[in-house]
């Protein structure tokens, strides 16, 4: 406990970060009851006034309906997609990844090629070519796709973490032992390896953000009246001059989680790797 | 070597830098030409074409008959003058002198090719269904054309204005070279054209119309984004810029341009009268007690009135035929006791299926969505991209939002989608008493019974129709020195006309 | 001989990689819904129509008939017609907006390079102090923030607030995009805040690394002047995994080029390759989509070849990075 303190105290940069994504969190959870407003009013009196008119706080769309409520009520859906995207993909990814590690020989050659070749794909346009053919996306839809883009880099960083610590002695024990292979694999191994795989999924927290705030500006995002932070933003663009608000809230929104994220990300990683 | 190096680097300099003067440079003096912005082109062979850049048809090529700009009156065009004694048998006489831009003459064995092209399997002519009812063409001479139809169609004559029906050379290889190198009669000749980026017109010197074209030449720019197109006329880079939404206008109007609005497009709102819960007319009235047009037109930016109607029936409000039935008003508590009669008291969900990316698409389904809430509608929105919905959802869905096309004879709307066998019947109505409406308009050649018809038609899509009609706006924007800019109905705008005022 | 052994098989697997992507998205457009004939023809089409249309399209044909058919074309450098443009070769479309999209890389590549290693070598040199903590919270700050967002910043600044530069990135046909330079600023610049976390942090983390070498503990000692240590020695041997990531970032800098050409609307592969999706033109989405991941393997492969090539213990060692 003490020692955490001292490294907040060490890293104020990373504390905001938390803050940051706390706030988020709390905002995600009881933003929407909070506001005066639904996401899908339409306020015709005020449409498209800046901030602070009718009691907008940060002003109204082409539709005339409340920006700041409509980011609230975004964030629930980015953060949940991010969050199911980190642990999945960290979850197969570890699947996987120690899979590989662990068997070695030929299934790990096998899995080094294959995820070589996922790597090489550009995600975000494999993932605009499905969803833009599907023509919409749900949370589930954005989660799978998101993870699968993800999965070669989580994996790559258990397979990694595992490799670290098979020739260990305590490996060699249990398997003596005559402990089975899962066993050994998440009971023994996992636990020393935490550390790395923890710092990816918070790493991936981050891009699952990106990713899923760029396929929503690209127009794949939740169907509307859903509020999508991308599609916000690529929906109000064509209003940028009458309405800047419009569009630089929902992107700063994105900016500020991102960043909240990645400070946390590289806090976690500090505390946990630097530490062995 | 070096020195070698500094004289290369020296040359490639110079062209460089003049090569940029060059690209700034204006355009020659002479010429008097006309920048147009326009979508990004499909296809332009107009048989299977879907409404693209409409200004490359409509220049390129010549109808037999076309509607006047402002009055939407009938006028000839190729077609010098037309006859039926009966509405079945129809004797059009052709325009003498004309060339197509080849060089060949236009003959009636041009316009028997065109009509034919119709049902021709290999080509999927999308008049086909309306053409079916041709069953003989007869060419007596060069310039006499003589239609022997199946049925009585007093108001055949009007389909022969549809943006598909351009004439076409009977000579000339449309299969291979339909697309990139089209051969029509029009005001224009294409000169050159970059796939996707721009095309170069130039004035038809032996242009029938004796004095049309104005101007020399005609280029248009293909800009897939709309603001890009805007931006660029703000630039003062093109002239002319269609399909600008009510905010750019707004915007353009206190720039100093010129805002004119030729017709609306249809928005129908569909409701399925063949399942649940609209096969219940008492739901359907509950639909249209909750419409408020006033939102409506606030949604899309526009002023009710002025840019965008509201009205209850398949008729748009600027044709003749139109008949005014007041908005019945937005009752909630209506609608709740309708609703509640028909056995929805807690109110229901329905699927609302629409075309995403089709303008004002997005803004009606919401607003049709937050309109209806308050009685109970639970509109589950479902919008997809265009094919997408037209190829899985449209005619499929309990209730839809269908961009149409016109029809300058409203007539042919009614065939198509609104009888209960009509191939586009997308609502899916089969109200006896509609259909024989519909027949009798159809058959009819006196225009006043004619219009008895098409009122009491309209009174009965009031009381128990399964369509909304939102008028939604169409903006063109243009410098103020664009003058003379035509767009009647047809869609096909006649560049002929257009001049520039310095 | 490992070498060419090594440069060989990584070849191998460029190719297996495109043959891949090119089956899979195949594939993925044929069991999606949509298809282009519906696109082409829109609303009014009747089913014959939209049979006619496929059959000329040879849309009809079974998937793998139309997937060689397709593959033999490549081969002979011909990428097919557009589907959705009928008749227009690919290759008239295509190549244009490539060079549009090159030239906003490398102009993204002139902007991001030097900022990011310079102020990585100065977070590095300065390692601890406040230039340091600045530096690399912007690098760590803007490393997974979303093209889009940068873009939109600079918009609202340069655009909306200040005026000074265009909000769309369009080029008036009849003019080149060399008279049109200043519709280059806020895309580049937009890839540049994003590219330059990731670079400058390595940066900064090489300098620090060589910064505490033997050897250049060794120059310091012998008195030479701090400033000569950084130029003369330790930023050659600081640059080499810097130059990695830059080349192994080009293939996804690429990538990244959709959503920055769509945002400013800049005609080039991005927004080819949205159009393509858009309006479900099979082969089009093939060509665009083939290419970025051409890209994105060849700047792989080149930047391990020149890593090797630059560090002769790689070359020789022959054992797995």
Known sequence: ?276 | MKKLLVVLTAVLLLSGTMSLGAGGQAPEEEKIILREASQVPGLIFPPVWDGQTLSLNASIYDFLVELEHGTGALVPSLAKEWSTPDGKVWTLKLREGVKFHDGSDFTSEDVRYTLELTQDPDVGHLKKADFEVVERIETPDDYTVVLYLAEVSPTFIYQLTDYHMCMLSSEYDYASKGEMEPMGTGPFVLKQMVPKESALLVKNEDYWNPGLPKVDELRIYFVPDIDASVSMLEAGKVDVCPFINAIHKRNLEDKGFKIVSPYQDYRFIAMAADRDPFDDNRVRLAMKYCMDPEMLAAACQAELGKDVYYNEGPIQSIMAQYYDIPFRGRDIDKAKSLLAEAGYPDGLTVELYYGSDHPYGQELAQTLKELSAPAGFDLDLKGYTRDVYLAQYWMNGPMLLTGWGPRVDPSMLLKLAYRSDGPWNESHMNDPQIDALIDKITMEVDDVQRQRYYDELQIAFHERGTVINFQVPFFVAMRQEVMDYRQPPTFMNQYEYAYLEE | MSFLRKVLQRLGFMIITLVAMSLLIFFLVEIMPGDVAQMVLGQSVTPEALKALRESMGLNDPFYLRYLRWFAGLLRGDLGESLYMRGVAINLILWRKVFHSVILALTAVLFYVPLSIFFGVLAGVRSGKLTDSVISFFGLATMALPEFVSGVLLITLFSVVLKALPITSVIPIGETIWGNLDILVLPAFSVTIVMFGYVSRMQRSSMIQVMSSDYIRAAELKGLPRAYVIFRHALKNALLPTITIIGMNMGWLFGGLIVVETLFGYPGLGSLTMTAIKTRDVPLIEACVLFITFIFVISTFITDLLYGLLNPRIRFAGAEK
Not at chain 1, 79 to 89: G, K, N, P, R
Not at chain 1, 150 to 170: D, F, M, Q, S, W
């Open chain 1, 1 to 276: 406990m003490k020692r955490i303190l001292y490294l907040f105290r060490q890293h104020p940069l990373a504390v905001v970060g938390i803050l940051v994504l706390l706030l988020w969190i709390f905002a995600a959870l009881f933003g929407p009851s909070l506001m005066p407003f639904t996401y899908s009013q339409m306020d015709t009196d005020y449409q498209m006034t800046g901030p602070g008119e009718g009691g907008h706080f940060l002003g109204t769309d082409a539709l005339g309906r409340d920006i700041l409520t409509r980011i609230l009520q975004g964030s629930r859906s980015i953060l949940t997609v991010a969050l199911l995207t980190s642990l999945f993909s960290t979850l197969a990814g570890v699947i996987l990844g120690f899979s590989a590690g662990y068997f070695g020989g030929r299934v790990d050659a096998l899995f080094l090629r294959i995820m070589d070749i996922l790597m090489a794909i550009p995600p975000l346009v494999l993932a605009m070519v499905i969803l833009g053919i599907l023509g919409d996306s749900t949370i589930v839809s954005l989660t799978i796709m998101v993870s699968i883009a993800y999965i070669p880099a989580t994996a790559r960083v258990a397979r990694g973490a595992l490799l670290t610590c098979k020739n260990y002695e305590y490996v060699d024990a249990a398997r003596i032992m005559g402990q089975s292979n899962f066993s050994i694999m998440f009971v023994e191994i996992l636990p020393n390896t935490i550390g790395p795989i923890i710092v990816e999924a918070t790493a991936r927290f981050a891009y699952s953000i990106m990713m899923v705030a760029s396929l929503g500006f690209l127009g794949v995002g939740l169907q509307p009246p859903t509020p999508d932070w991308g599609m916000m933003v690529i929906e109000n663009k064509s209003i940028m001059m009458n309405a800047p608000w419009a569009v630089l809230y929902p992107a700063l929104a994105i900016a500020s989680l991102v960043i909240a994220i990645s400070l946390f990300s590289d806090f976690v990683s500090k505390v946990l790797i630097h530490e062995s």
